[in-house]
């Protein structure tokens, strides 16, 4: 230990206290959120972040939730700042704004915040972001397949105000009330937001009565510099490198032939980080668009997994990488009236092969590739009676990538967080579904020294008439489950329709609002992670007890791993030492 | 089943009762005297390979025989310690057909939301060991495929070949029919008697099967060791005559008989921590504080609980080791805070971090002298003078406060003002320390405030004003022989069964009849174990509460329910439960809607049958109290007093009183009484210390 402390500008005592004090009063908004929310997106799929920042907008703490979220607060307080100015703000006020071109994300997402006050002054921010059930627009449930247009997918909020200094804004409220197709959640959850602002408010209002603002704010500022340092230095400790990364999408969800493509060089140079989006398709016409301040916290969120895995964000995350966008609106940087809903893959995408393209030389913090987003709707056709409604909406977890040390973990793909599965016990007394399965998929995992995680099979029975179902996923033909080091790529995931005639079905492509008969069995196959090292190297033992644990067939541990196996008269496992050793001696 | 023996009162001794408690580095006996309300201390030396032996030497020292003990309980960490450290059975496992995974699968989150390298706990079970059988029941108990018996045989036979010791089994929806996970039990006792079972709806009645199925396997991997260990304990105590059977601490803080204890050790997972709860609600009753926070100071570890309105708060689930249990414990909150807890400047944030790494008991903090290099909270507190180096652990051990300032230098700098450090370490973990109990306090819309604290454990005297102080809390108390506290409170639990099912409802008159009848039979069931350790009917009292929520949220409270509120007129306990949950929802979360709709999601029953309840009285010797030493202490920057006095804690009588700054001392604690706060004891044996707010 070589640190010592020399001239820090505060006291080092109370910057402890203060950032503690930060932390904890965002883990307790998140709290607030998650128990009063009415939505099963927020409290069981965890689809919000939450945050505070300082008075410009510059990230104070964050809590366990979406890291592009927390990543896009800062640009939601920073574009209301530009709208009202700093002066707009008045005690009490409770804003909204959910525009991909103010903060970056799709319209469902909405962010609710409030100016914080002590003694009149404007000190902080507190806000969350959560996925609204709806937000009125052509489809329900806030995700549209295929629009052209963001006038189609919602009613657009640009940091109007719910309450203005303290007093509810009985216009707007009434507004949104007419406007969605279920205004009890709805509303349910925007309270529920304004409690978690209210709440950070509280925390950040006693810390300022017991510390004074001044030291509040300087302390805070000394930790983001501090916090930048150690990034710096950790990105100078990295090997200098330029790298071009790539991936195509399946399609912008309008035009099947159309396969756009992201495109980034990332570049580490002394203790810079950089991120060039130039060479990216142009903005698309199908919803695959994402706005630049979410497809900024998407790399951010691979940078921060990078230089300081552990621990909550601030500002310095966001601002350690130096982007360069391209010069004409892109599929990256759109402008309105661009449709942005489905942004959520091109998200996953810059995630997953950013962090991959370091995975080689940070091999202590990151991971082969991970599968891309799935999710699986089954819901009432709209004309079926409010009463006797139902949406079942989940993301379903795939496989992530193996690392030295591990295989990869089967889990919610890298852009959701903190997010869980729904229990079966659960699904089936909320909903008309019997789960006919819930199982890993090991032919889904990426081979390797370190196997990826596997992806799973999710089969769900349909049991109402009338019932649609939904599905979301992409690149099954560019993975971004990548291995590493050698090891091999994870499986595309993929949709299996049974139907009671007997027939069957596959899907690589999303659907839309698709009608299936009574007694049809969705199944989700969702995607395995890549491998890291090559198979040849796992060990002989661990290929044996893939054999044993039906990870893995005797043809694979052979044609795969270059293991020889036998089964003993005891049905025991016995391998070939000397044809095992033959056949690695290959590679 | 064994049954309860009661020991008819014996005239010739007063009854006695003994609690151990065995914890990581120390097994603790607490001997009470019921007729005297004294009690005896002792420490024996633990170590993991000898417990039995080391449980057994404790009891020779003891000023009693173990003959004239009347009632002998124990907790332990034996189990957590087995679970945390993986040394458990080899476990099979039996579930429905299609859900073999579920246990690997798990849930799917990452809390460490940036950390690509995240991973969820390994399965106890690898896959080669988890095993289907054909069977399915819907979410109405209803048999969607019956129990194919034929396929357990031919699946339990082929895990017993790959050498299983124990069998868990847990199907989908057994909480509402459990009658295949029973049957499937039978055969696989009929067939492998020498194999122990858990059944899943035996130990959770609760839906959301990872979950239980957790349970259910912690349960499997820790019983064939459990039992063997809770089978010697209760030889070593037959050898030396002890007449009634072992009253063993369970994670709810109630007590069960050793051999129901043998076949749930899930439900020991949380006894260690327990006793001290389950004495500060004891006390309560005495003190007639209503709201306590209860601190548990250890060398490693700040645990944390809360009695609130004179009830323990309870939680519903626990996770240890990232594995999760369902089942009823004491809702503890522990952070890595105490004296071992390592000073450093934390590179990300420039800042002075405290913990949770600790310097453990070896090498310890550098002032032990076992080559510990990094400042501790011991230390700082050994710098300060808040520690006498003399006098540490009853003079067992001398400090070095020589090496204690040298390992601040090394780590702040060698011009560091060493003092001024050492303040802020301390300052920095009695914020830590206050903010796990802002967890269990303002995190749940309580405010600390109105709660006095109950602050114990071998640390629970040094930090309690401190922590009190920045929590605005004026009344702490820290009980007699503090370090063993918890064992005390061991001595006052009661025997309890609880039970509880899931069974989704509206709360509605229709639905509401149906509720009163599952209350009742989960009343017989709990009634029914009780019997079976030997209590009379009449002897039990009962408890009911339901899980409820708004129609449309996730998140249940546990709502109490008035067991004369259930004999009333239907639309009145309608009215009562909904105004009970509706007012706990405003309370935790701020609002909550009294018109909403309301569902009920569990229902839970009680029955216990009260422990007689012994007080303790103070020692004193009677002398006119008079300082044993003095010295200086810094209570923080520019705030050194020289000449603080230090009493002996049997010294101070009854409601004398002592001003702080003051030391008081008692073999294996030490209290600080800081400035501005004054100590006393209560007619209970408590040094009671308030803050005066008008010397500030």
Same mark, same amino acid.
């Given at each position: 230990?070589?640190?010592?402390?020399?001239?820090?500008?505060?006291?080092?005592?109370?910057?402890?206290?203060?950032?503690?004090?930060?932390?904890?009063?965002?883990?307790?908004?998140?709290?607030?959120?998650?128990?009063?929310?009415?939505?099963?997106?927020?409290?069981?799929?965890?689809?919000?972040?939450?945050?505070?920042?300082?008075?410009?907008?510059?990230?104070?703490?964050?809590?366990?939730?979406?890291?592009?979220?927390?990543?896009?607060?800062?640009?939601?307080?920073?574009?209301?700042?530009?709208?009202?100015?700093?002066?707009?703000?008045?005690?009490?006020?409770?804003?909204?704004?959910?525009?991909?071109?103010?903060?970056?994300?799709?319209?469902?997402?909405?962010?609710?915040?409030?100016?914080?006050?002590?003694?009149?002054?404007?000190?902080?921010?507190?806000?969350?972001?959560?996925?609204?059930?709806?937000?009125?627009?052509?489809?329900?449930?806030?995700?549209?397949?295929?629009?052209?247009?963001?006038?189609?997918?919602?009613?657009?909020?640009?940091?109007?105000?719910?309450?203005?200094?303290?007093?509810?804004?009985?216009?707007?409220?009434?507004?949104?009330?007419?406007?969605?197709?279920?205004?009890?959640?709805?509303?349910?959850?925007?309270?529920?937001?304004?409690?978690?602002?209210?709440?950070?408010?509280?925390?950040?209002?006693?810390?300022?009565?017991?510390?004074?603002?001044?030291?509040?704010?300087?302390?805070?500022?000394?930790?983001?510099?501090?916090?930048?340092?150690?990034?710096?230095?950790?990105?100078?400790?990295?090997?200098?490198?330029?790298?071009?990364?790539?991936?195509?999408?399946?399609?912008?969800?309008?035009?099947?032939?159309?396969?756009?493509?992201?495109?980034?060089?990332?570049?580490?140079?002394?203790?810079?980080?950089?991120?060039?989006?130039?060479?990216?398709?142009?903005?698309?016409?199908?919803?695959?668009?994402?706005?630049?301040?979410?497809?900024?916290?998407?790399?951010?969120?691979?940078?921060?997994?990078?230089?300081?895995?552990?621990?909550?964000?601030?500002?310095?995350?966001?601002?350690?990488?130096?982007?360069?966008?391209?010069?004409?609106?892109?599929?990256?940087?759109?402008?309105?009236?661009?449709?942005?809903?489905?942004?959520?893959?091109?998200?996953?995408?810059?995630?997953?092969?950013?962090?991959?393209?370091?995975?080689?030389?940070?091999?202590?913090?990151?991971?082969?590739?991970?599968?891309?987003?799935?999710?699986?709707?089954?819901?009432?056709?709209?004309?079926?009676?409010?009463?006797?409604?139902?949406?079942?909406?989940?993301?379903?977890?795939?496989?992530?990538?193996?690392?030295?040390?591990?295989?990869?973990?089967?889990?919610?793909?890298?852009?959701?967080?903190?997010?869980?599965?729904?229990?079966?016990?659960?699904?089936?007394?909320?909903?008309?579904?019997?789960?006919?399965?819930?199982?890993?998929?090991?032919?889904?995992?990426?081979?390797?020294?370190?196997?990826?995680?596997?992806?799973?099979?999710?089969?769900?029975?349909?049991?109402?008439?009338?019932?649609?179902?939904?599905?979301?996923?992409?690149?099954?033909?560019?993975?971004?489950?990548?291995?590493?080091?050698?090891?091999?790529?994870?499986?595309?995931?993929?949709?299996?329709?049974?139907?009671?005639?007997?027939?069957?079905?596959?899907?690589?492509?999303?659907?839309?609002?698709?009608?299936?008969?009574?007694?049809?069995?969705?199944?989700?196959?969702?995607?395995?992670?890549?491998?890291?090292?090559?198979?040849?190297?796992?060990?002989?033992?661990?290929?044996?007890?893939?054999?044993?644990?039906?990870?893995?067939?005797?043809?694979?541990?052979?044609?795969?791993?270059?293991?020889?196996?036998?089964?003993?008269?005891?049905?025991?496992?016995?391998?070939?030492?000397?044809?095992?050793?033959?056949?690695?001696?290959?590679? | 089943?064994?049954?309860?023996?009661?020991?008819?009162?014996?005239?010739?001794?007063?009854?006695?009762?003994?609690?151990?408690?065995?914890?990581?580095?120390?097994?603790?006996?607490?001997?009470?005297?019921?007729?005297?309300?004294?009690?005896?201390?002792?420490?024996?030396?633990?170590?993991?390979?000898?417990?039995?032996?080391?449980?057994?030497?404790?009891?020779?020292?003891?000023?009693?025989?173990?003959?004239?003990?009347?009632?002998?309980?124990?907790?332990?960490?034996?189990?957590?310690?087995?679970?945390?450290?993986?040394?458990?059975?080899?476990?099979?496992?039996?579930?429905?057909?299609?859900?073999?995974?579920?246990?690997?699968?798990?849930?799917?989150?990452?809390?460490?939301?940036?950390?690509?390298?995240?991973?969820?706990?390994?399965?106890?079970?690898?896959?080669?060991?988890? =095993?289907?059988? =054909?069977?399915?029941?819907?979410?109405?108990?209803?048999?969607?495929?019956?129990?194919?018996?034929?396929?357990?045989?031919?699946?339990?036979?082929?895990?017993?070949?790959?050498?299983?010791?124990?069998?868990?089994?847990?199907?989908?929806?057994?909480?509402?029919?459990?009658?295949?996970?029973?049957?499937?039990?039978?055969?696989?006792?009929?067939?492998?008697?020498?194999?122990?079972?858990?059944?899943?709806?035996?130990?959770?009645?609760?839906?959301?099967?990872?979950?239980?199925?957790?349970?259910?396997?912690?349960?499997?991997?820790?019983?064939?060791?459990?039992?063997?260990?809770?089978?010697?304990?209760?030889?070593?105590?037959?050898?030396?005559?002890?007449?009634?059977?072992?009253?063993?601490?369970?994670?709810?803080?109630?007590?069960?008989?050793?051999?129901?204890?043998?076949?749930?050790?899930?439900?020991?997972?949380?006894?260690?921590?327990?006793?001290?709860?389950?004495?500060?609600?004891?006390?309560?009753?005495?003190?007639?504080?209503?709201?306590?926070?209860?601190?548990?100071?250890?060398?490693?570890?700040?645990?944390?609980?809360?009695?609130?309105?004179?009830?323990?708060?309870?939680?519903?689930?626990?996770?240890?080791?990232?594995?999760?249990?369902?089942?009823?414990?004491?809702?503890?909150?522990?952070?890595?805070?105490?004296?071992?807890?390592?000073?450093?400047?934390?590179?990300?944030?420039?800042?002075?971090?405290?913990?949770?790494?600790?310097?453990?008991?070896?090498?310890?903090?550098?002032?032990?002298?076992?080559?510990?290099?990094?400042?501790?909270?011991?230390?700082?507190?050994?710098?300060?003078?808040?520690?006498?180096?003399?006098?540490?652990?009853?003079?067992?051990?001398?400090?070095?406060?020589?090496?204690?300032?040298?390992?601040?230098?090394?780590?702040?700098?060698?011009?560091?003002?060493?003092?001024?450090?050492?303040?802020?370490?301390?300052?920095?973990?009695?914020?830590?320390?206050?903010?796990?109990?802002?967890?269990?306090?303002?995190?749940?819309?309580?405010?600390?405030?109105?709660?006095?604290?109950?602050?114990?454990?071998?640390?629970?005297?040094?930090?309690?004003?401190?922590?009190?102080?920045?929590?605005?809390?004026?009344?702490?108390?820290?009980?007699?022989?503090?370090?063993?506290?918890?064992?005390?409170?061991?001595?006052?639990?009661?025997?309890?069964?609880?039970?509880?099912?899931?069974?989704?409802?509206?709360?509605?008159?229709?639905?509401?009849?149906?509720?009163?009848?599952?209350?009742?039979?989960?009343? =017989?069931?709990?009634?029914? =174990?009780?019997?079976?350790?030997?209590?009379?009917?009449?002897?039990?009292?009962?408890?009911?509460?339901?899980?409820?929520?708004?129609?449309?949220?996730?998140?249940?409270?546990?709502?109490?329910?008035?067991?004369?509120?259930?004999?009333?007129?239907?639309?009145?306990?309608?009215?009562?439960?909904?105004?009970?949950?509706?007012?706990?929802?405003?309370?935790?979360?701020?609002?909550?809607?009294?018109?909403?709709?309301?569902?009920?999601?569990?229902?839970?029953?009680?029955?216990?049958?009260?422990?007689?309840?012994?007080?303790?009285?103070?020692?004193?010797?009677?002398?006119?109290?008079?300082?044993?030493?003095?010295?200086?202490?810094?209570?923080?920057?520019?705030?050194?007093?020289?000449?603080?006095?230090?009493?002996?804690?049997?010294?101070?009588?009854?409601?004398?009183?002592?001003?702080?700054?003051?030391?008081?001392?008692?073999?294996?604690?030490?209290?600080?009484?800081?400035?501005?706060?004054?100590?006393?004891?209560?007619?209970?044996?408590?040094?009671?210390?308030?803050?005066?707010?008008?010397?500030?």
């Amino acid at each position: 230990m070589n640190t010592t402390i020399t001239h820090a500008p505060v006291d080092i005592v109370n910057a402890e206290i203060i950032k503690n004090a930060l932390q904890s009063a965002a883990l307790e908004m998140n709290k607030t959120l998650i128990r009063s929310a009415y939505n099963p997106l927020i409290f069981d799929v965890k689809d919000f972040g939450v945050g505070v920042a300082g008075a410009s907008g510059e990230l104070w703490s964050d809590a366990p939730g979406l890291p592009v979220f927390t990543g896009v607060l800062p640009a939601s307080f920073r574009t209301g700042i530009a709208k009202h100015g700093i002066e707009g703000f008045r005690d009490g006020d409770v804003l909204v704004v959910n525009s991909p071109f103010e903060n970056g994300t799709h319209i469902s997402d909405t962010a609710v915040y409030m100016p914080v006050f002590f003694q009149g002054e404007l000190v902080a921010f507190t806000g969350s972001m959560a996925h609204w059930a709806d937000v009125s627009g052509m489809s329900p449930g806030g995700w549209t397949v295929d629009s052209t247009s963001i006038y189609q997918e919602g009613i657009r909020f640009t940091h109007q105000r719910l309450y203005a200094a303290g007093v509810p804004n009985d216009d707007i409220l009434d507004l949104i009330r007419e406007n969605m197709r279920v205004p009890e959640i709805v509303m349910g959850d925007m309270y529920a937001q304004i409690a978690t602002c209210r709440t950070g408010a509280a925390r950040i209002k006693s810390l300022c009565e017991k510390y004074g603002v001044d030291q509040v704010r300087d302390v805070m500022t000394f930790i983001i510099s501090q916090t930048e340092k150690a990034l710096r230095k950790e990105i100078s400790d990295l090997p200098d490198m330029t790298r071009e990364v790539e991936v195509r999408l399946d399609t912008d969800g309008v035009d099947p032939e159309y396969k756009p493509l992201l495109r980034a060089q990332v570049k580490i140079e002394g203790d810079r980080i950089g991120v060039s989006f130039e060479g990216s398709s142009g903005v698309a016409t199908g919803p695959i668009n994402a706005g630049s301040d979410a497809a900024a916290a998407a790399v951010a969120q691979a940078v921060k997994g990078l230089l300081d895995p552990i621990g909550p964000a601030n500002q310095a995350h966001l601002d350690i990488i130096d982007y360069t966008w391209p010069e004409e609106p892109s599929i990256v940087s759109p402008v309105s009236p661009a449709p942005c809903d489905s942004y959520g893959y091109v998200l996953t995408a810059l995630t997953e092969i950013i962090q991959h393209s370091f995975a080689e030389i940070a091999p202590h913090r990151l991971r082969a590739g991970g599968y891309q987003m799935v999710s699986t709707y089954v819901m009432s056709s709209p004309k079926v009676p409010e009463s006797k409604s139902y949406v079942f909406a989940e993301p379903v977890q795939g496989g992530l990538g193996a690392f030295p040390g591990s295989d990869g973990a089967c889990q919610m793909f890298a852009a959701d967080g903190d997010a869980s599965n729904t229990p079966i016990e659960v699904i089936e007394m909320r909903y008309p579904i019997l789960v006919k399965q819930f199982s890993l998929n090991p032919k889904s995992a990426g081979a390797g020294e370190h196997r990826g995680g596997m992806g799973v099979i999710r089969e769900l029975e349909v049991l109402e008439e009338d019932s649609l179902i939904k599905t979301a996923s992409e690149n099954y033909y560019d993975t971004i489950s990548r291995g590493a080091a050698g090891g091999h790529s994870g499986e595309p995931s993929q949709i299996e329709l049974f139907f009671p005639d007997g027939s069957s079905e596959i899907h690589v492509e999303r659907l839309s609002d698709t009608p299936v008969p009574v007694g049809t069995i969705v199944s989700t196959n969702t995607g395995g992670g890549g491998g890291y090292g090559h198979p040849f190297k796992r060990p002989v033992e661990r290929v044996v007890q893939d054999i044993k644990d039906d990870y893995i067939t005797i043809e694979e541990a052979r044609n795969t791993y270059g293991v020889i196996v036998k089964i003993g008269s005891k049905l025991d496992f016995i391998v070939d030492e000397a044809g095992t050793q033959q056949l690695r001696s290959t590679f | 089943m064994n049954k309860v023996v009661f020991v008819e009162q014996d005239s010739t001794h007063n009854n006695k009762r003994l609690a151990v408690d065995i914890g990581g580095t120390f097994i603790d006996y607490i001997v009470l005297d019921e007729g005297t309300g004294e009690i005896h201390l002792d420490k024996q030396p633990a170590s993991a390979n000898n417990l039995v032996a080391e449980f057994n030497a404790g009891l020779d020292r003891l000023p009693v025989p173990t003959e004239q003990i009347d009632t002998l309980v124990h907790g332990t960490t034996v189990a957590v310690n087995a679970l945390v450290q993986g040394k458990g059975a080899t476990v099979g496992l039996l579930t429905t057909d299609g859900f073999r995974d579920v246990l690997e699968i798990q849930r799917g989150g990452r809390p460490e939301v940036y950390n690509f390298q995240y991973l969820p706990a390994t399965p106890l079970v690898p896959r080669y060991l988890r =095993q289907t059988v =054909q069977e399915r029941m819907s979410a109405r108990g209803e048999a969607l495929t019956e129990l194919d018996t034929d396929d357990v045989i031919s699946k339990v036979d082929h895990l017993v070949e790959q050498g299983v010791e124990a069998i868990a089994i847990c199907f989908l929806h057994s909480y509402a029919n459990p009658s295949h996970e029973q049957r499937a039990a039978e055969i696989v006792l009929e067939r492998h008697p020498e194999l122990t079972v858990s059944v899943s709806s035996d130990l959770v009645r609760e839906w959301r099967e990872f979950e239980r199925s957790s349970t259910t396997v912690i349960n499997s991997y820790l019983q064939p060791n459990f039992q063997d260990y809770a089978g010697n304990i209760e030889q070593v105590v037959r050898d030396r005559k002890y007449r009634n059977e072992i009253a063993f601490m369970r994670s709810n803080g109630g007590v069960m008989p050793i051999s129901e204890a043998s076949s749930k050790p899930v439900e020991t997972l949380g006894s260690g921590p327990a006793g001290g709860v389950i004495g500060a609600h004891a006390l309560m009753e005495e003190t007639g504080y209503k709201n306590i926070v209860c601190a548990d100071v250890g060398g490693t570890t700040y645990d944390v609980a809360l009695i609130h309105d004179g009830e323990i708060v309870e939680r519903t689930d626990t996770i240890i080791g990232g594995r999760p249990i369902t089942g009823t414990a004491i809702d503890i909150v522990s952070v890595g805070a105490g004296g071992g807890s390592i000073a450093q400047i934390d590179e990300v944030s420039g800042s002075l971090r405290v913990g949770p790494e600790s310097a453990g008991a070896y090498p310890g903090p550098a002032c032990f002298g076992r080559g510990g290099e990094r400042p501790t909270v011991t230390d700082s507190q050994v710098i300060l003078g808040l520690l006498d180096p003399a006098r540490f652990l009853g003079s067992r051990m001398t400090l070095d406060k020589g090496l204690a300032e040298a390992a601040v230098r090394r780590t702040f700098g060698e011009n560091v003002d060493v003092e001024r450090i050492a303040n802020g370490i301390i300052t920095i973990a009695q914020t830590n320390m206050a903010n796990a109990i802002r967890v269990i306090t303002t995190q749940r819309g309580l405010d600390p405030r109105e709660f006095a604290m109950l602050s114990f454990g071998g640390g629970g005297g040094l930090f309690a004003c401190g922590v009190a102080e920045e929590l605005g809390i004026k009344t702490v108390l820290v009980p007699q022989s503090a370090a063993g506290f918890s064992a005390w409170g061991m001595l006052m639990a009661d025997y309890r069964e609880d039970q509880s099912r899931t069974a989704l409802r509206d709360l509605n008159s229709e639905s509401i009849a149906s509720m009163i009848e599952d209350f009742g039979t989960l009343a =017989q069931e709990a009634t029914r =174990q009780l019997l079976t350790y030997g209590f009379q009917e009449q002897d039990i009292q009962y408890r009911f509460s339901a899980d409820i929520r708004f129609k449309g949220q996730d998140h249940t409270i546990t709502t109490p329910v008035e067991e004369t509120a259930l004999s009333s007129d239907l639309e009145v306990l309608i009215a009562a439960m909904s105004s009970e949950f509706v007012r706990r929802h405003r309370q935790l979360y701020g609002h909550g809607d009294e018109h909403s709709e309301l569902q009920i999601v569990t229902v839970r029953a009680r029955a216990v049958v009260p422990s007689s309840r012994v007080l303790t009285k103070p020692k004193q010797s009677g002398e006119a109290l008079s300082p044993v030493d003095a010295r200086s202490i810094s209570f923080g920057t520019n705030e050194r007093f020289d000449d603080v006095p230090v009493y002996e804690r049997h010294d101070i009588a009854v409601n004398q009183l002592v001003s702080g700054p003051a030391v008081v001392d008692e073999w294996t604690t030490t209290v600080i009484v800081p400035p501005r706060w004054a100590a006393t004891i209560d007619k209970l044996g408590n040094l009671v210390m308030t803050f005066n707010e008008e010397d500030k």
